[in-house]
């Protein structure tokens, strides 16, 4: 049975840093791609990141302040995110699937059940 439990959301100051982490079990990482998405409060659900075995992507709000990494022994990977902006609260939901050619995640097969992310002073 697949599983993907994040963790790691909360409240932070805007210009504070988070790290969200999305443990998977029922494969092994890389046998998808794994993503992250948000989602506001009436907007819809938006790619964050996202990586397979040999790339990343990254969506243009958050290239040079988001990082995307995993870790193969404890099959997890994680959003490491810095310099937060009020924009970025929402909640963020792990994703596995399949990448297009642009290397975005757009075939999701699994979701977790997200997590709250508040950017706020």
């Known amino acids: 049975q697949v599983q993907l439990v994040e963790s790691g959301g909360g409240l932070v100051q805007p210009g504070g840093s988070l790290r969200l982490s999305c443990a998977v079990s029922?494969?092994?990482?890389?046998?998808?791609?794994i993503g992250w998405f948000r989602q506001a409060p009436g907007k819809e659900r938006e790619g964050v990141s996202c990586m397979n075995a040999i790339r990343t992507y990254y969506t243009d709000s958050v290239k040079g302040r988001f990082t995307i990494s995993g870790d193969g022994a404890k099959n997890t990977v994680y959003l490491q995110m810095n310099s937060l902006k009020p924009e970025d609260t929402a909640v963020y939901y792990c994703?596995?699937?399949?990448?297009?050619?642009?290397?975005?995640?757009?075939?999701?097969?699994?979701w977790g059940q997200g997590t709250q992310v508040t950017v706020s002073s």
């Open positions: 029922g494969f092994t990482l890389y046998n998808y791609a």
């Open positions: 994703a596995a699937g399949y990448t297009n050619t642009l290397g975005f995640l757009d075939d999701v097969r699994y």
